[in-house]
Structure formats: structure tokens, C-alpha cells
């Protein structure tokens, strides 16, 4: 697919899905999305002093203000390079067009000793392969027409799950990116995946 078609079919799945994403994720996951995400914020290890976005987001609650957010290009972020103590992405990276671009500027824009988690759908465990097809190509577009309205977006998902780089290759493009210490753990048997690496 190339890079303004992917551009454009990202933002329509999005568009379409925006306002039952949440529920979604909750039935397509049965919920586990919670846990994999609570995962991927453990393990990237805040150190005491670090503005972790949680830490940030509570301040300026009890403020009584709302934590400000940027859309913006992962490819091109807006921000200088070694501000961060830590970037995280959630099941973002296999909609982004140039991966490889995107894992340097999130690694450009960390700290000496700043972590990137990433977390991400990856390659399932091979005794697994054939239930979780099924329930990819069969369960994931029916629940999305139901739920959602939009079965062709929930395709769009299994197919781009089927197109993301495994483990392996993963952890060798966040090398590539100047990360190092580059760990994966694997979570639900392959189906989702977190990495972790450190910019020195």
C-alpha cells in the first residue's frame, strides 16, 4: 500500500470507528487490552523525578486544568530532541506508513537513558495460528459490523496485525533507531507484544 493510501485508509477506519472504539476494545479483547496496557506502562520504569504523563495528567487535574494533547506526525515529531524521560505507543505503530522513521524520531525526542515502550499486536504462537485467524478474519469483522457499523474496518485490522513486523524484527528496527537494551515480552501467547528499549 503505499504511503498517502495507508494515510488515508488509517484515518477512515479511525474516523468510522471513533465512537465505539472503546467497547470494541473491551469485547475484542474480552478486556485484556486494560492489562496489556497497565503492562506496558510498568516496565517503563519510571525513575523518581520523571514527569511520567500520569504524574503530569493528576498535577493538572487537582489544577483544575486539562492536560493539553498535540496531533501531530510520528514521522516528523514537534517537539526537541532529548525532552522525554519516556515515549510509549499503544497499538499505533502498525498504522504508521515509515516505522522505521517514526521509531527514530521517538527516539530522537528521548533523554540519554529515556525508554521507548512499544506495545503492539505481534506474531502468535504457532499452536494458536489457526484459532486466532478464525476468530481474526471471521469473529473480528462480524463483532465490527454489529457493534461498530463498519465490518471493513475490523478486516483493515486483522490485515494490518497480519502485515506488522513480528517480535523479532521489531526489536531489530527499534536497534536500528540507536535504541539499545532492547527486551520483548510476550503477552495472551504472541497475539500482542511489548518492547522496551533505552537511548543512550
Known sequence: MQAGNKAKTVKRVFD?????????NDLMSLGLHRAWKAFAISIARPKPGERML????????DRGLALPAVQCDAERLPFPS????CVTV???????????AALAEMARVLKPGGRLVVLEFSKVWKPLERAYDWYSFKVLPWLGDRVAGDAD??????ESIRLHPDQAALAEMLRAAGLADVEVFNLAGGVVAVHRGVRF
Open 16 to 24: 468510522s470507528v471513533a465512537e465505539r472504539y472503546d467497547v470494541m
Open 54 to 61: 500520569e504524574r503530569g495528567r493528576d498535577r493538572l487535574l
Open 82 to 85: 532529548a525532552h522525554f524521560d
Open 90 to 100: 499503544g497499538f499505533g505503530l502498525r498504522n504508521m506508513t515509515r516505522k522505521e
Open 153 to 158: 474496518a475490523y478486516r483493515y485490522l486483522a
